[in-house]
C-alpha cells in the first residue's frame, strides 16, 4: 500500500510542475510572474520583498509592501519602505 501511494504522489508532483511551466512559457526564461530570472543559478527566484509582476519589476504601490506586497503600511506614505515597511518607533 505503501508503494501506491508514493507512486500517485510523484505523479500529482510531476503534473504539477508541468502545468506550471506551461503556464508560464510565454514568459522570460519561463519565469511567471512573481519571480525573476537569476543567470548563476539559471533557475526563477521570487522577487526581492517590496517587488512583484513579470521580472519583478513592480514596487509595492502604498500603503502595501514586503513579500509579494501582502502587508499593509500603518505609516505616511513617505515613510513607508516598500520591503520593511513603517520605520520602528524607539523612545531613549
Given at each position: 500500500m505503501f508503494v501506491?501511494?508514493?507512486t500517485i504522489s510523484t505523479v500529482y508532483i510531476s503534473c504539477k510542475a508541468t502545468v506550471t511551466y506551461l503556464e508560464?512559457?510565454?514568459y522570460f526564461?519561463?519565469?511567471c510572474p512573481g519571480t525573476l530570472w537569476n543567470n548563476k543559478t539559471?533557475?526563477?527566484e521570487a522577487c526581492m520583498d517590496g517587488y512583484h509582476g513579470?521580472?519583478?519589476s513592480?514596487?509595492?504601490?502604498?500603503?502595501?509592501f514586503g513579500e509579494e506586497c501582502q502587508m499593509i503600511c500603518n505609516c505616511s506614505k513617505n515613510l513607508c519602505d516598500i520591503s520593511k515597511g513603517c520605520p520602528i518607533e524607539t523612545t531613549e
Amino acid at each position: 500500500m505503501f508503494v501506491i501511494i508514493l507512486t500517485i504522489s510523484t505523479v500529482y508532483i510531476s503534473c504539477k510542475a508541468t502545468v506550471t511551466y506551461l503556464e508560464c512559457e510565454s514568459y522570460f526564461r519561463g519565469c511567471c510572474p512573481g519571480t525573476l530570472w537569476n543567470n548563476k543559478t539559471q533557475t526563477c527566484e521570487a522577487c526581492m520583498d517590496g517587488y512583484h509582476g513579470e521580472n519583478c519589476s513592480l514596487p509595492c504601490p502604498y500603503p502595501f509592501f514586503g513579500e509579494e506586497c501582502q502587508m499593509i503600511c500603518n505609516c505616511s506614505k513617505n515613510l513607508c519602505d516598500i520591503s520593511k515597511g513603517c520605520p520602528i518607533e524607539t523612545t531613549e
